[in-house]
T-cell receptor, first 116, second 115 residues
Framework: NAGVTQTPKFQVLKTGQSMTLQCAQD?????MSWYRQDPGMGLRLIHYSVGAGITDQGEVPNGYNVSRSTTEDFPLRLLSAAPSQTSVYFCASSYSIGGRGTDTQYFGPGTRLTVL | GESVGLHLPTLSVQEGDNSIINCAYS??????FIWYKQESGKGPQFIIDIRSNMDKRQGQRVTVLLNKTVKHLSLQIAATQPGDSAVYFCAENIGPGGSQGNLIFGKGTKLSVKP
């Protein structure tokens, strides 16, 4: 299994540009989520999905959209990038919500995004 | 412990010594806790978890202690090795009754192992 994969690894955008961060998992996990990681802030939940066709907002959803058309993929869209969205973005998946019990969350390698 | 501002707290230990990383969690309703390890340039990696009905759980070279009275979690690493150098995060899960059942992460502690 490849686990959780993310593309691209690095991206530089100008303010106002749009882009999609890709995330895919091949473990048949129902639950997928997106986090952003900023220095001194830990990981903060952006959006999550408990299954195909179902998404919900996390702690910091503003400026981001998601969709879940398949179990495997969970793309994160920035419609109009802002410098405040400069961060490292991690996608994660697990069998159950929040990795409860023995179902841990598996994280992708991250996408480092800079918005100028 | 938890970080303040932009700088992570750092724990520096000698190779072979035991390490203790502390975490204060925020919500008394949290019922599940996880420790993650994050190496530079990589995503977080699961280390060990514990439910609120336990106060201690042991893994391979790692032990997690939970003190619900003071809302404190600690990670003990025995015989610390250079490969243990990383940032360690605690995470709490408030459960299905709130916070959408997802994890809330602490800000992390950087462990530096001196050879």
């Amino acid at each position: 299994n490849a686990g959780v994969t993310q593309t691209p690894k690095f991206q530089v955008l100008k303010t106002g540009q749009s882009m999609t961060l890709q995330c895919a998992q091949d473990m048949n996990h129902e639950y997928m989520s997106w986090y952003r990681q900023d220095p001194g802030m830990g990981l903060r939940l952006i959006h999550y999905s408990v299954g195909a066709g179902i998404t919900d907002q996390g702690e910091v959803p503003n400026g981001y959209n998601v969709s879940r058309s398949t179990t495997e993929d969970f793309p994160l869209r920035l419609l109009s990038a802002a410098p405040s969205q400069t961060s490292v973005y991690f996608c994660a998946s697990s069998y159950s919500i929040g990795g409860r019990g023995t179902d841990t969350q598996y994280f992708g390698p991250g996408t480092r995004l800079t918005v100028l | 412990g938890e970080s303040v501002g932009l700088h992570l707290p750092t724990l520096s230990v000698q190779e072979g010594d035991n390490s203790i990383i502390n975490c204060a969690y925020s919500n008394s309703a949290s019922d599940y806790f996880i420790w993650y390890k994050q190496e530079s340039g990589k995503g977080p990696q699961f280390i060990i978890d514990i439910r609120s009905n336990m106060d201690k759980r042991q893994g391979q070279r790692v032990t997690v202690l939970l003190n619900k009275t003071v809302k404190h979690l600690s990670l003990q690493i025995a015989a610390t090795q250079p490969g243990d150098s990383a940032v360690y995060f605690c995470a709490e899960n408030i459960g299905p009754g709130g916070s959408q059942g997802n994890l809330i992460f602490g800000k992390g502690t950087k462990l530096s192992v001196k050879p």
